[in-house]
């Protein structure tokens, strides 16, 4: 009888480990969730190139008394969106050329 009950209790942590790895996967595959990863990241670094620049352009209008407001600004943010576009174009090539990333590859 003690054997039986221990198989019960067997059955019920594996079907309590299935449910909590069906939560945690939520249907994404790993190669989705790296995507949606580099996703954000490529993202991140384009916006993040761009408030970065916006502000240098900024503090060298307002403080270098050069009287260049709002060329300064404009010119920086010009080359902060050329950055954040170079940057994301070679962090995707990156993602594409990686076969790990490939979905027909997941086991």
Request: charged share 25%.
């Amino acid at each position: 009888m003690a054997n039986s009950n221990g198989n019960n209790g067997s059955d019920d942590l594996d079907r309590r480990i299935s449910e909590a790895r069906d939560k945690h996967d939520r249907g994404a595959t790993r190669a989705e969730g790296n995507a949606e990863t580099k996703g954000w990241a490529v993202g991140i670094e384009f916006v993040g190139a761009i408030l970065v620049s916006g502000f240098i352009g900024w503090a060298i209008d307002n403080w270098s008394g050069l009287g260049t407001a709002p060329w300064g600004m404009i010119v920086f943010l010009v080359l902060g969106f050329a950055a954040g576009v170079r940057r994301a174009m070679k962090t995707s090539a990156q993602f594409d050329s990686d076969p790990s990333n490939d979905p027909k590859n997941e086991g």
